[in-house]
């Protein structure tokens, strides 16, 4: 019977057209509201994580020996301070997993440019490794990476921010750095490229692990190089900085005193609280469009009970069970929703596109909109939800009308 009663409250849906499409509107704009919120709202998510990525450091953490400890309120050189080479890099690598990148870095290596009248530079570099993915999410302005066997070679190659490629040539055509002669720690390097990375007064360099190892290192013991690692996701960031702890505790017994586990961990919560309220501060919003429609959806149902009384009489009184009238009443409801929310999920799609094309062309911000299938989970579920809801009163109004009364009704 239960097939029996679907079928029939189907069948009642297409007898009356005007008013299923009319009953249809509310959630047809509700769900249309709710797609085109959160496909807007994963699309800026997407921009924003791009902008962390490039412009910020929340995505990194690093792992700093220790060059002095404190006793009584004074600093001491430590005896032991730790000096990491490649393959402490590699063998952090392998425990991080591909999700993670590492690389050394070491900050206050001299640089000399070549110009007279800005000479010495204090550079921060980056070692680039064989088969790694690169610490940094940089694209680049001008020039090409490093090729595999300038790598392994340990080539006299570097690669510049934009502050060192302007310092370099005293331009913003960062094309113009490309091929000219710089000193690294007294030994001669020829730039290949210009990153859009870090946009800072910085200056940063990158160089190959081998030209890393034969000009850093021999300087690095007042200062040794530290271990950079950043995580694909900013939602990384927690699993990384507690398996990066327990990788440093199990190579260095007491490693609490000898090195430093540096990250953004406060700004990283707030960053993701940040979108996550987003998300629900928008979802709640429109989902009061939904509520709207839901409420409309009863009262077309409440309608549509009072005016086959007398159907629902001849059914109860031929065998029909309240059960029956009670599937039947729901099938009509979530036919009606889903329909509406199927038809709001593409109208919220179009809308989603042109906000986020809007968007493009007044701010030049590469936002696009995201359709998911969380969102498309989300818009299904709110339709059985809704119907569910709002036609369960009229559905069970009907199930307990009385059979003779219901067939006197006219």
Known sequence: MTATSIAIGCRALAANPLRTVLSTLGVIMGTGALVAVLSVGDGVEAFARQQIAGTTDLQYLAVVPRTSRNVDGVQFPRPDTLSFVQADADALASTLGPGAATALRWSGAAMVTGLPHDSIRATEVTAEGAGAPRVETAELAAGRWFTEQEVARGDSVVIVSPSLA??????TDYSRALGLSVTLQGTPLRVVGVTTTPA??????????????????????????????RASRIEDMPDLIARTEAWVASRWPSSGERVDIQSRTERINQARQSMLIFKLLMGSITGISLLVGGIGIMNVMLASVLERTREIGIRRATGARRHDILTQFLAESVAVTGAGSALGVVLGAGAAMATTAVMRAKTQAPVHAALTPTTLVIAALSAVIIGVTFGLYPARRAAQLSPIDAIRTE
């Open 200 to 229: 800072t007064p910085a200056m940063v360099s990158r160089v190959p692990i081998a030209t890393f190892s034969h000009t850093v290192l021999p300087i690095a013991a007042a200062r040794p190089p530290s271990l950079v690692v």
């Open 166 to 171: 302007g310092r370099l040539t005293g331009s």
